[in-house]
């Protein structure tokens, strides 16, 4: 079956260090990769997206490489702010099922930025 | 106009009430969405509507009730909880994928609920 497993959390940092969330995924054939993000009291957002091997998604200094060979898809991001803190959730959808839309989720990691 | 809207915003009922969740979208989108979200978890797909026929029911206690009355409109009708069914419920939507291409799901910002 499909899976994605991601970094437990939750993730402190300091304003402006480097951030990496790791993510691996479990899927048949090639599915298409998502980083969404959901901040306090709202619903979620997509951040970034890659749907074939090698493609890079970036979004608000964001990135993450679609890596066929390791099967991830590391969400980074060079210098992080405070308003970044929320719950970041790695998600796959494999080609067979479009048409139907059901993502498969990570466990989702929650991501604290201190001034 | 990108917002998926969502009321109320909070809700409380009792186990014996009968109420309703509401979820909008203006964006021509054809695919819609309810997931069910426990706190610390991923949300959990329930429904799926597309071109308002219910498409996929992932095994949901026929206590929840969805209806989707037109292409902007998506409702969830609950009925008989249970204090486990407290949880945020959130509505999306989106194009409906055809062929090879994905279109992002767009989330409201969910539905609050607690069942005493």
């Known amino acids: 079956g499909n899976s994605v497993t991601q970094m437990e959390g939750p993730v402190t940092l300091s304003e402006e260090a480097f951030l990496t969330i790791n993510c691996t995924y479990t899927a048949t054939g090639y599915p298409s990769l998502f980083w969404y993000v959901q901040y306090p009291g709202e619903g979620l957002q997509l951040l970034l997206k890659?749907?074939?091997?090698?493609d890079k998604g970036s979004n608000k200094g964001f990135e993450a490489t679609y890596r066929k060979e390791t099967t991830s898809f590391h969400l980074e991001k060079g210098s992080v702010q405070v308003s970044d803190s929320a719950v970041y959730f790695c998600a796959l959808i494999p080609l067979s099922n479009f048409g139907n839309e059901k993502l498969t989720f990570g466990t989702g990691t929650r991501l604290t930025i201190i001034p | 106009d990108t917002e998926v809207t969502q009321t109320p915003k909070h809700l409380v009922m009792g186990m014996t009430n009968k109420k309703s969740l509401k979820c909008e979208q203006h964006m021509g989108h054809r695919a819609m969405y309810w997931y069910k979200q426990k706190a610390k978890k991923p949300p959990e797909l329930m429904f799926v509507y597309s071109y308002e026929k219910l498409s996929i029911n992932e095994s949901v206690p026929s206590r929840f009730s969805p209806e989707c009355p037109n292409s902007s409109l998506l409702n969830l009708h609950l009925h008989a909880l249970q204090p486990e069914d407290s949880a945020l419920y959130l509505c999306a939507s989106s194009q409906v994928s055809l062929g090879t291409e994905y279109y992002e799901q767009y989330f409201g910002p969910g539905t609050r609920l607690t069942v005493t």
């Open positions: 890659a749907t074939k091997a090698d």
